[in-house]
C-alpha cells in the first residue's frame, strides 16, 4: 500500500533521513517510534506530500505522492497533522465535514452526510455533534480532528502524534478508535507515536527509527524485544509480560 | 494547546443560524438607506439631488462596507489571526502608495488605471506583511496586528514624503483618510466591483475554512495553500484599493464586523460570509449618516467616526476576552 | 548650526539659538521619558508614545479648545495652557495606565492596547477638531505630524526648565531604577517601594512626554529608536544609560534636522522621518523577540 524507496532528505545541511526504504502492506495499524529527532514524522509527512523528499519516491495506493495532484491524492490518503491551532467557533460537525471536501468540493451530498455520521459515530462524538470545537476538552478535540480524517474515507490513513497532551483516558479511547479503523472499516493506518508501549498494546507493526535511519521494522512482538529497544532508544530497556502483553519498562 | 486563533469574549457555546441576525441587519440597512437618502442639505431630495448625489452615497456606503468586512474576513483566514484587516496592516497604505505613484507617473491616468495600480501595490505590499506575519510565534496573537499598525505605519510615512515632495498632500489626504462627501453619480461607480468580488468570495468561503485549519490540514485536503493564499490575496488587494481609491482608508470595519459575527455565529466562513458583508455595510452606512448630521450642515469624515467607534469596540474585544 | 544663514544675523541668530534650545529639550524628554518607562514596565519594546500618551496629550490640546473655545484658550497664555495640559497628561496617564501595569498584564496585549487607545485618542482628537472648525484641514494636519519648524517659541524655555528639573529627579534614583528593571517581584524583595515609585515614575514620564510633545508634535517612534542604538552602549546600568540615551537622541534629531532643512533644502517634517525609520526599527524588535 505504501513503497518508500531510497528516500533522503536533510534540512540546512543536517541530514533528518539517510536512505530510508520501507514497504507498508494494506491495512492493520502500524506504528512509527523512535526517539526525539529519529526523523519519525518528518517520514510520515513526506509519506502526506507534505513535504518534498531530496531524493527518491513514495507511493501511496499506486501513486508516486509528488507527481498526484493534491486533490486526487486526497481521495486516497488523508492525515491528521500535529496539533493545530484551530478556529474555536467551528462545530465538531462542520469540522468533520471539512474531511469531505476533497470529494464534494464545496457542495456536500448525501453520501458526505452518511460519512459524517458515520464518523462522528465512530470516534463516540455522538451528541457533541453542535458543540463549538472551544467548548471541548483537549481530548475531545483530537478525537473530533481524527474523526475528520476518517471521515475524508481514504484506504490510508496517516496520524502526527495524535497522544500530544492526552491524558490515559483519551489516549486509550483514541488507539481502540484507530485500531477499529483498521479492523472493520479496513483502513491502512499509519501513526506517530511518541510511547513505546502505547504502539506495543495497539499496533500491528512496529517501524522503529533512529537518527534518521530504520532499525527495525516488523511485527509488534519482534519490536517488543529488549535488544532491538535497545538499538532503537540507546538505552537500556527491560521487557515484562502482564497478561501475555509485552510491556517496556524504561522509567528506570 | 495554544489556540492561535483567539477566542473572543463570552459567546455562546452552541452555534445559531444566521437567519435572525440577517434578517435584523436587513432591517436597519433599508431604515438607515432610508434616513441617508431623504435627510440631509437641501432638505428632502428631488429627483436629481436623489439620483446624483443622495443614492450614490448610500450605495457607496454600503458596498464600501460590505466589502471592507469581507476583506477583513478573507485576511484573517489567511493570516490565521483574528486582529488583522486590511486596512490596519499595510494593505490600504500600500494601495494609496501606488495609487500615488501611479498620478505622479501619469497624472491625466483615469480612476480605473490608478485602482489597479493600487491592487498591484497592494498585493505586494501585503504579501510582504504576511511574509512577517509568518516569522512572528503563533503563540502570541496580539503581536500581528501590532505588527500591522506599525508596517502600515512605515508605508504611510513613505508616501507622504513622496507627496509632500510632489506637492501632492491634499491629494494624499483624500487616499488616506476616508471620506464620503464628493460621492456623486460618475465618481463611485467603481465600487460595483466590490459586489463582484463579494460573489467571489462565496465561491472560495469553504476553501477559506480549510486554510483556517492549517497548512498542513488543507494540503492534506487537497486545497493548494499556495493557490489559496494567492486568490485570497488578490480579492482582498482589489477590494482595499477600489476602496481607497474612491472612498479612502477607512479603519477597523475589516476587524470588529467579522469578530462580532464569529460571536453570534461561528467560523464557519461559509456561513458567516452574508452576516459580515451585511454587518459592514450597516456599520459604515451607520457611521457615514452618524458623520453627516453630528455637525450639520457640517461633514464629519467617515473614516473618523469608525476611527472613534472601531478602536471602542475593537479595545473592549481584546480587552474582555476570556482566558 | 550657522549653515545658510542669511540676513539679519542677531535675529537670525536668536532664532537659532531658539531652535538648538528646543531640539536638545525634546531630544532629553523622549529620550529620559522612554528610558524609564521602560525601566519601569521592565521590557525594551514599549514607549511612552506607543501606548498612546503623546496621542493624549494631542486630545486634551483639542479638548480645551474644544470645551472653553479659541478664545477662551488664548485668555490663558500659552505657558499657563502648557502647564494645565501636562499636568492633566500626568494625572490621565497615572490613572489609565498604572492600573493596566499593575494588572500585570500580557505585554503583548498592552502594546495592542495601547497601540489602539493611539488610534482612538488621535481619531477623537480629530472629531473634535471638526466639530470646533468643520473646515479647517490645517488644525487637523498639524496635529498629526512633529514639525519643528513650528516650535512655539514661548514654550522654549519653560520646556527646558521642567526637563532639567525632572532630568535631576531621575538622576538621583538611578540606582532604584537599576533595582526596578529587574521586575516588580524582585524590587519588592529588595526593599524598594514599587507602587510608590513607579507611580511617581509615571508622574514624570507623562511630564516628560507633554514637554516633547508640546513643543513639536507626536514623536511617536522616536523614543525607539533612541533606545535601540543606546541600549547596546548604555549597559544594564543607569547611570550610563540614562546619559548615553539623552545623548544619543540629540545627536540624532540635531543632525538630522541639520541634513533634513539645510543640506537637503527639504521641508519635510521630521516626524514623517521618524515614522518610517522608527516603524523599521520596531519591526526589527519585534521578529527578533521570537530567539
Known amino acids: 500500500m505504501i513503497e518508500i524507496e531510497a528516500v533522503s532528505c536533510s534540512i540546512r545541511g543536517a541530514s533528518i533521513l539517510s536512505d530510508v526504504s520501507l514497504s507498508l502492506g494494506a491495512g492493520g495499524v502500524t506504528a512509527l517510534v523512535g526517539p526525539n529527532g529519529a526523523g519519525k514524522s518528518t517520514l510520515l509527512s513526506m509519506m502526506a506530500r507534505l513535504r518534498r523528499p531530496d531524493r527518491g519516491t513514495i507511493t501511496v495506493a499506486g501513486h508516486d505522492v509528488a507527481a498526484t495532484r493534491p486533490r486526487v491524492l486526497a481521495r486516497h490518503l488523508a492525515v491528521m497533522p500535529q496539533d493545530a491551532a484551530l478556529p474555536g467557533r467551528l462545530t465538531v ?156 519498562l524504561h522509567f528506570r | ?27 436597519c440597512l433599508v431604515l438607515l438607506s432610508a434616513a441617508g437618502v431623504l435627510a440631509g442639505v437641501g432638505g428632502v431630495p428631488d429627483r436629481g439631488l436623489l439620483l446624483t ?98 508596517y502600515g505605519g512605515v508605508l504611510a510615512a513613505v508616501a507622504t514624503a513622496i507627496a509632500w515632495n510632489a506637492d501632492l498632500m491634499q491629494f494624499l489626504e483624500t487616499w488616506f483618510s476616508g471620506e464620503m462627501s464628493g460621492i456623486l453619480a460618475g465618481r463611485y461607480e467603481l465600487l460595483w466591483a466590490n459586489a463582484a468580488l463579494l460573489a467571489a468570495s462565496v465561491f472560495i468561503a ?43 482608508i477607512i479603519p477597523f470595519v475589516g476587524l470588529v464586523v467579522p ?65 | 548650526m550657522t549653515v545658510g544663514l542669511r540676513g539679519n544675523l542677531a535675529f537670525a541668530l536668536q532664532l537659532r539659538m531658539e531652535q538648538l534650545a528646543a531640539l536638545v529639550t525634546v531630544s532629553v524628554a523622549v529620550a529620559l521619558a522612554t528610558v524609564v518607562f521602560q525601566t519601569v514596565t521592565a521590557n525594551r519594546i514599549l514607549t511612552p508614545s506607543l501606548i498612546g500618551l503623546d496621542s493624549l496629550y494631542i486630545l486634551i490640546q ?35 495606565f498604572l492600573p493596566l501595569m499593575r494588572a500585570r498584564t500580557d505585554l503583548t496585549l498592552l502594546l495592542l492596547a495601547g497601540a489602539v487607545l493611539g488610534i482612538l485618542f488621535r481619531s477623537l482628537a480629530s472629531l473634535l477638531a471638526r466639530l470646533i472648525d468643520p473646515n479647517s484641514f490645517a488644525i487637523v494636519q498639524a496635529l498629526r505630524v512633529a514639525d519643528f519648524n513650528t516650535v512655539d517659541a514661548a514654550l522654549v524655555w519653560p520646556c527646558l526648565g521642567l526637563t532639567a528639573g525632572a532630568a535631576v529627579l531621575i538622576w538621583r534614583l538611578r540606582h532604584v531604577l537599576d533595582i526596578l528593571a529587574l521586575g516588580p517581584d524582585a524590587a519588592v524583595g529588595l526593599g524598594v517601594d514599587w507602587r510608590r515609585t513607579s507611580a511617581l515614575l509615571l508622574v514624570l514620564v507623562g511630564l516628560l512626554t507633554a514637554v516633547a510633545t508640546a513643543l513639536v508634535g507626536p514623536l511617536v517612534l522616536f523614543g525607539l529608536i533612541v533606545t535601540a542604538i543606546a541600549g547596546p552602549l548604555g549597559g544594564e546600568r543607569h547611570a550610563w544609560r540614562l546619559p548615553i540615551a539623552s545623548a544619543v537622541a540629540v545627536l540624532l534629531l540635531v543632525a538630522g534636522q541639520t541634513v533634513l532643512a539645510r543640506i537637503l533644502g527639504y521641508t519635510l517634517p521630521v516626524g514623517v522621518v521618524i515614522e518610517f525609520g522608527g516603524g523599521l526599527v520596531f519591526i526589527a524588535l519585534l521578529l527578533r523577540r521570537r530567539r
Not at chain 1, 204 to 233: F, S
Not at chain 2, 230 to 236: D, E, F, P, R, S
Open chain 3, 62 to 96: 483639542t479638548g480645551f479648545v474644544f470645551i472653553l473655545g479659541g478664545v477662551g484658550v488664548a485668555t490663558f497664555g500659552p505657558v499657563a495652557k502648557f502647564a494645565a495640559e501636562a499636568l492633566l497628561l500626568s494625572a490621565l496617564s497615572l490613572a489609565l
Open chain 1, 93 to 248: 460537525a462542520e469540522l468533520v465535514g471539512f474531511g469531505r471536501f476533497p470529494h464534494h468540493r464545496g457542495r456536500p451530498g448525501p453520501a458526505d452526510r452518511v460519512a459524517v455520521e458515520e464518523a462522528i459515530t465512530a470516534f463516540g462524538l455522538v451528541g457533541f455533534e453542535g458543540r463549538f470545537l472551544e467548548t471541548l476538552s483537549g481530548g475531545q478535540r483530537q478525537l473530533a480532528r481524527a474523526a475528520m480524517a476518517f471521515a475524508q474515507g481514504t484506504p490510508v490513513v496517516l496520524l502526527d502524534e495524535p497522544l500530544n497532551n492526552l491524558d490515559i483516558v483519551h489516549a486509550r479511547q483514541l488507539m481502540a478508535r484507530l485500531r477499529l479503523m483498521a479492523d472493520e472499516a479496513g483502513r491502512t493506518v499509519v501513526v506517530v507515536l511518541h510511547d513505546i508501549n502505547h504502539a506495543g498494546a495497539w499496533a500491528d507493526r512496529i517501524v522503529a527509527m533512529r537518527g534518521g535511519r530504520i532499525v527495525a521494522a516488523a511485527p509488534t512482538d519482534e519490536v517488543m524485544d529488549e535488544a532491538v529497544l535497545e538499538r532503537v532508544y540507546g538505552v537500556p530497556v527491560r521487557i515484562a509480560s502482564a497478561d501475555g502483553e509485552r510491556i517496556a
Open chain 2, 53 to 150: 448625489s443622495r443614492l450614490p452615497r448610500v450605495l457607496a456606503a454600503i458596498l464600501t462596507g460590505a466589502g471592507l468586512a469581507v476583506a477583513g474576513l478573507i485576511m484573517q483566514s489567511l493570516a490565521r489571526n483574528r486582529f488583522v484587516e486590511p486596512m490596519m496592516a499595510g494593505t490600504g497604505q500600500a494601495a494609496g502608495l501606488g495609487i500615488l505613484l501611479a498620478t505622479i507617473a501619469a497624472p491625466g491616468a483615469s480612476i480605473m488605471l490608478k485602482g489597479l495600480a493600487g491592487a498591484l501595490a497592494a498585493f505586494a505590499g501585503t504579501a510582504a506583511f504576511l511574509f512577517l506575519v509568518r516569522r512572528l510565534p503563533p503563540s502570541e496573537p496580539f503581536l500581528v496586528p501590532l505588527l500591522g499598525i506599525v
Open chain 2, 259 to 323: 469578530a462580532m459575527a464569529s460571536r453570534l455565529i461561528g467560523d464557519n466562513v461559509r456561513t458567516v460570509m452574508p452576516v459580515v458583508a451585511l454587518g459592514g455595510a450597516v456599520l459604515v452606512l451607520a457611521s457615514d449618516t452618524l458623520g453627516r448630521f453630528i455637525r450639520f450642515p457640517y461633514e464629519v469624515p467617515v473614516g473618523t467616526v469608525l476611527g472613534v467607534v472601531g478602536a471602542f469596540v475593537f479595545l473592549a474585544i481584546i480587552l474582555t476576552r476570556r482566558g
Open chain 2, 206 to 248: 469553504d476553501r477559506l475554512t480549510i486554510l483556517s485549519l492549517g497548512r498542513d490540514a488543507a494540503e492534506g485536503l487537497g486545497v493548494s495553500f499556495a493557490a489559496m493564499l494567492a486568490a485570497g490575496l488578490g480579492l482582498v488587494c482589489v477590494i482595499a484599493a477600489v476602496t481607497v481609491v474612491t472612498v479612502g
Open chain 2, 1 to 27: 494547546m495554544t489556540m492561535a486563533m483567539e477566542r473572543l469574549g463570552a459567546p455562546s457555546p452552541r452555534p445559531r443560524s444566521g437567519g435572525a441576525p440577517v434578517v435584523v441587519l436587513c432591517g
